[in-house]
């Protein structure tokens, strides 16, 4: 990407809807670092305009009637690999749509409001703008040849299991992500065996997403993924995925772990935050937890991660180069919060390779 520093960032906006065209463009325009330079009713138009303006930025509407919204992405991001962010509206077709996209290489979205769209998107003026400026930093890259369904099916893909090398009851896997997440939290977890300690993940995500995410999730991995509920117990095998409403944190009930939503004030400007569970993870498991920080804008899970390293757990950061976004991860290393920096191909296989070497220290905090 062209540096953004002493110039505006280009945004092609290509949506069905002439109002939300002209909402959209306006929302851009107001913001001082960007501009809206075109805006396309379909991807056809689209086409034309990426070649004739070269945008820095595309925002795509998901579900456009009459049009192949995948298929357009994938042939752009075969040929002219750039940054997207969605426009997804809150249905199971909707979801479903975006998940594909995101797999595609699309860098993040935003939730289209179900009623009074112009109002609504007022309401998101902060969080497009934001995205935008996330996706105009973001490392995209060419996507995957490999089919997403062989993930599940190829045994190189899973590591081995850990069975009898450590007490799974003790040991916990916590994951904080956010731009670029939904792909890196998938590579992680697919690679994981299916006995590996319970594991509690923050995505910022809205909330109508989380659940479709946990059970994309939950068709593609060995263990069992599900959007998180208050007050159950934290299984091995198992992970729990922060509802895009609440905040999601670790607890102790007993000789158990267990789950605890908190609908309170945002943190770091967002609900799900990391930093609320990291923290968590710190005062209640300590050394028995493994921190791991992903891809994501801005800097929430860097105080987190710091608090869990000096609770004793060992933390993973994910390094420059496999980030879409290393805002994140950058800060947490910056803080001293990272026992270790790795690419993100190589977290799961670390993870599972720490736990045999520690796993069976009674270290309970």
């Known amino acids: 990407m062209t540096s953004m520093e002493n110039r505006k960032i280009r945004v092609l906006v290509i949506d069905d809807s002439a109002r939300i065209r002209s909402v959209m463009k306006e929302l851009i325009d107001r913001e001082k670092d960007m501009e809206c330079v075109g805006a396309a009713p379909d991807p056809l138009a689209a086409r034309e305009m990426i070649k004739s303006l070269n945008p820095d930025v595309l925002t795509l509407d998901v579900e456009m009637p009459g049009m192949d919204e995948p298929g357009f992405l994938e042939r752009l991001m075969h040929l002219h690999p750039m940054p997207v962010v969605m426009v997804a509206t809150q249905t199971e077709r909707g979801s479903s ?26 309401e998101y003026a902060g969080e497009i703008a ?61 690679r994981l065996p ?3 300690p319970g594991i509690l993940v923050t995505q910022h995500m809205p909330e109508n997403f989380t659940k479709s995410f946990a059970e994309r999730l939950n068709g593609l991995c060995r263990i069992s993924v599900k ?12 992970a729990y995925l922060a509802p895009g409403h609440s905040h999601l944190l670790l607890k102790r009930s007993g000789a158990n772990y267990m789950t605890e939503l908190n609908q309170g004030p945002p943190v770091n400007h967002h609900r799900p935050s990391v930093d609320v569970l ?37 933390t993973i950061a994910q390094d420059e180069a496999s980030c879409v976004v290393f805002g994140m ?11 270790e920096v790795l690419p993100l191909q190589d977290i799961a296989r670390r993870t599972v390779e720490y736990l045999a070497l520690h796993g069976n220290k009674n270290n309970r905090g």
Do not use: W, Y
């Open 329 to 339: 991860p950058r800060e947490a290393i910056l803080m001293g919060g990272a026992s």
């Open 278 to 314: 990291f923290r968590s993870a710190a005062n209640v498991a300590g050394a028995n937890a493994i921190g791991i920080i992903l891809t994501g804008m801005g800097k929430d899970g860097a105080q987190g991660l710091l608090e869990m390293r000096q609770a004793g757990s060992h």
């Open 97 to 122: 749509i975006t998940f594909r996209a995101l797999e595609l290489g699309a860098v993040d979205f935003v939730s289209r409001p179900k009623m009074d769209i112009a109002r609504g998107m007022e």
């Open 130 to 190: 934001d995205k935008i400026r996330a996706a105009a930093q973001a490392h995209v890259r060419k996507i995957s040849a490999a089919p997403l369904i062989q993930q599940k099916n190829s045994a190189d893909a899973i590591l081995p299991s850990v069975a009898g090398r450590f007490s799974a009851t003790e040991k916990l896997i916590i994951i904080g992500a956010s731009t670029g997440g939904t792909e890196a939290i998938k590579e992680v977890l697919t």
């Open 227 to 238: 959007e998180a509920e208050h007050n159950e117990r934290v299984l091995p095998g198992h």
């Open 194 to 196: 299916a006995d590996v």
